[in-house]
Nanobody, 123 residues
């Protein structure tokens, strides 16, 4: 069955960087758009970034634009999120997800989800 496993979360200082990875298995990774979402404690899950199947186009939430970069390696079935200039408000559980459709900013459009990885940014 489809599986997504995130890694790379942890503790960072404000202004620092982290790189998240998401390894996919059990489905044809290159046929899916991929996205990153996050959920802070007590808040709703929100869109962070998404990338289309071939990796040619990426989309970002305004809150992370210019600081985060999404990328994918289709032969390795892996999705990445490079997070630079981290802020305390970036603290959340980060989830990767796979989308067979085209509405990449809507969480309910996604078919498969990982278990999440915690990112904590200290001030």
């Amino acid at each position: 069955q489809a599986q997504l496993v995130e890694s790379g979360g942890g503790l960072a200082q404000a202004g620092g960087s982290l790189r998240l990875s998401c390894e996919a298995s059990g489905f044809t990774f290159s046929n899916y758009a991929m996205g990153w979402f996050r959920q802070a404690s007590g808040k709703e899950r929100e869109f962070v970034a998404a990338i289309i199947r071939g990796g040619g186009s990426a989309y970002y939430a305004d809150s992370v634009k210019g600081r985060f970069t999404i990328s994918r390696d289709n032969p390795k079935n892996t999705l990445y999120l490079q997070m630079n200039s981290l802020k305390p408000e970036d603290t959340a559980v980060y989830y990767c997800a796979a989308n067979a459709g085209w509405a990449v900013r809507r969480s309910y459009e996604y078919d498969y989800w990982g278990q999440g990885t915690q990112v904590t940014v200290s001030s």
